[in-house]
């Protein structure tokens, strides 16, 4: 019997491969799916079921493409809006035998309406569940986000609500196997801890404690989240079925003058924020290869070309594995040469990053002209904020540039410098050259105002 859980870095995203009687099961696979055919074959296993808990925002499945590889079916939940062209329609109360283990199907609506649980048993004690693939409406130290439905946000937060009620009554003993964890952008109170049982969540998951169903609603609809634009391309490829990735997931090796003459869309620099403020080309904006996942579906759209610069190969091949995973495939190639290009005299630009000092100075009226600008989201802010900054969370600078004067002196600030210079770099390349980052953001302001 197998149970094993593969995890998408950056995405923050684990999928499921379950089997027994050398038969296997998958949960939520991502799109680059050789890996669970490789693991399923090592365990003398066949994919015969491929299960989608719902239809994500924020990733490509791999389902359709699994499915050609394998011949697995593919089963899904019941999706009022569109159906799932490649997939089966499933309803509660559905089981699927895969061996000595069952699946049973939990319709679960509320994150999505399409979206299921599947409980998991073992025949030889059918009573009481094993675990629960939750998907996104139970996870450790969270539960799902409900804000994707604007013009019903108290009926599908009361749904949330019914369905973590019928996931909780598996009992106390099952063992939680959520569709994404800490880090993810489908909920920012996850636990770091990757496991849980449904009795420890009773017991400890904050949302949990709301035991009144109206106070709940309330709750989940006074919640801020935020939707890239690239969610509606991650929605309507997991409704249609996505292509399989390139088969060769590394970007072509550019010179610097093919970098300069390739005319893509976006330049970006996926080296650490130190590295880019130190020196970057001119026109390129800044995109650390660890934070491609939560932020490159803000700035770049569907069909658009990148070229990436990054420090070495290694960097190339991660970013093009992130950007892959969210349909971005069109990367005209990789260069890896700025510390030669600079000995060379290539002309490079850099972003200043000045200390708390120096804002506190600015703050005093020594600066004219000047704007402190922080980046941070909603919440954060409304915790802790200068009283003097004004706020654009680095995610919307994507259209609110506009609303900047490239005349102004702006200063960037976020908690530490890393979403700070995300934004620098963003404004860089839209023309912005009056810009500096606050290093160390609100934690460098708090620690000399303890």
Known sequence: MLLEKIITPGLSHPSYLVGSGGKAAVIDPRRDCAIYVDKARAAGLEITHIFETHRNEDLVSGAPILAEMTGASVLHGPN?????????????????????????????????????????????????????FTGDALFVGDVGRTDFYPDRREEVAGLLYDSLQKILALGDQAIIYPAHGAGSVCGSGMAEREFSTVGHERLNNPRLQIMDRDEFIHFKVSENHYQPPYFRLMERLNMEGSEAPPSVIRPRNLSLQQLKNCNADHLIDIREPMAYASGHLPGSMSLPVDMISAFAGWYIHEGESLALIASDEEQLAIAMKHLMRIAFDNVEGGYVGIVSAAKKGEEMQKTPMIDTAEVKSRLAGDADNWTLLDVRDTDERASDAIAESQHIYVGHLNERWRELDKNRHYTLMCASGERSTVAAGWLTSRGFDKLDIYLGGISAWNAQHD
């Open 80 to 132: 009022p809006e569109q159906p799932i062209v490649y997939a089966q329609t499933v309803y509660d109360g559905d089981c699927f035998s895969i061996g000595q283990l069952e699946i049973r199907v939990l319709e679960t609506p509320g994150h999505t309406d399409d979206h299921l649980a599947y409980a998991l048993f073992d025949a030889a004690y059918p009573e009481e569940a094993v675990g629960v």
